[in-house]
């Protein structure tokens, strides 16, 4: 007789580990340098032997996924192992509950909220495999199996470059980062767009570079440049006031999301509606169930959700598959940069065509394993089991 895996999930055993990717052309924004490209991925296994992979926001600071993957393990793994869910969103509200007094203690909100986004990840993607189904498939039956994505990472003096060789790759979109300093960026943005095909669309992200002044100058000069959106130009946590003013004085649509945490914040921001694009990281806060909550809020208000992210290949996966759950006109982030954690995974690269992302019919995030050429960057391996 064929044993059927139940549908509930006593978590068991979790493993973590951290790679770190030496660079030889550091990836640059306007805040900092990465040095390196480090990883955090985890993987959560049940008392069946079924088990699902997720991963950890660790671009910033530069010391940090080792921190995180040592979180995870001495302070939450306690509050995971033992744990029988019903169904995977479980998981994901009771943490941040347990954990709301010692992120408070130490003021690590940022750390817990990205071990609890892996974690959240992780089950989801247990679940869907033990369901048989693609995880878009899992969430929503009439989910799609592509998306629309757009190239990213790209440092706006390398513009023209990096559009050629991406147009090459698929893509049909581009964002480039920008807020290096004024009159060299306006040029070569200006160069940058004057050089796309017909149909093609631009981005620039600032990294929260300028003060209002700033920002309402660099729109006002770039109005004419047709910009599909700008993203944070101003400090994420900048008075309301000041987005607001910035939204009223520009015919270009403001995009933020990676710096906002929590229901209530991206409430506020969907209210008010100065975002026109809403982009939550899955590997920063949220997991799939907060983020999946944020895209359906966004799209109901008429904005447009547009998964953040700029790490490894499971939290890529995971972006694609809530973008193919959740529908609307959103874009999937794909970072360009050369980064192994991200492209030896099977199911994260070389998918883009035409401008779309092909996700494929495999169970899960389309992980069995984590690619064994990533093994000689690890820098950090932990692993816990319920009882020890
Ligand atoms: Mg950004």
Redesign the pocket.
Known sequence: MVSVPSSEACLHRIDVSVYRVPLSVPVSTSFGIMADRPAVFLRLTDTEGAFGWGEVFANWPAAGAEHRARLLMLDLAEMVLGTTLQAPSELFSRLERQTHIRALQCGEWGPFRQVIAGLDVAVHDLFARKAGLPLRTFLNAKALDCVPAYASGIHVKDGIDAITLQRKAGHRAFKVKVGFGGGADLAQLSATAASLKPGERLFA?A?QAWSLPEALAFLNAAKDLDLGWM??PILADAPESDWVELARATNIPLAGG?NIAGRVDFDRVITSKVLKYVQPDVAKWGGISGCLGVAHRALEAGLTYCP?FLGGGIGLMASAHILAATGGSGLLEVDVNPNPLREDFKAAANQVAGGYFKLSEDIGLGIDELPPGIERFKTLELTKTFGH
């Open positions: 992200d990294n993203e944070e990676e953040h």
